[in-house]
């Protein structure tokens, strides 16, 4: 089981980036895709995921209405859109499967319910 993040960069505030997750290895039937990141000094946070059920997305407050999480079945992907980029987002991205999320998914913000995490991608948002 494999997953492997890509997209980050450098970009001002204001500006947009997306990023992607592959994964390899498994078959995506039965595992929800989060989406976590850790700034500097600071806890991992959660940030969105996708449901396995029928693609319901969750958002954390802080990126609901900016951020949107997709998942392309063809090419094994999930990708996190990120707009209206914050200083505040800065930080490493990881991407997390699990297969012990369920029913209304409200587990989705902990990161122990999740069993395969990639390496991390770094956003960096600044002027």
């Known amino acids: 089981l494999r997953l492997v993040e890509s997209g980050g960069g450098s970009v001002q505030p204001g500006g947009s980036l997306r990023l992607s997750c592959a994964y390899s290895?498994?078959?995506?039937?039965?595992?929800?895709i989060g989406w976590f990141r850790q700034a500097p000094k600071k806890e991992r946070e959660a940030v969105s995921c996708?449901?396995?059920?029928?693609?319901?997305?969750y958002y954390s407050e802080s990126v609901k209405g900016r951020f949107t999480i997709s998942r392309d079945i063809a090419k094994n992907t999930v990708h996190l859109r990120m707009n209206s980029l914050k200083p505040e987002d800065t930080g490493v991205y990881y991407c997390?499967?699990?297969?012990?999320?369920?029913?209304?998914?409200?587990?989705?913000?902990?990161?122990?319910?999740?069993?395969?995490w990639g390496q991390g991608t770094q956003v960096t948002v600044s002027s």
């Open positions: 996708i449901s396995h059920y029928d693609d319901t997305p």
């Open positions: 290895g498994f078959s995506l039937d039965g595992y929800g």
């Open positions: 997390a499967a699990s297969r012990r999320l369920y029913g209304d998914y409200v587990l989705w913000k902990e990161a122990d319910e999740y069993d395969v």
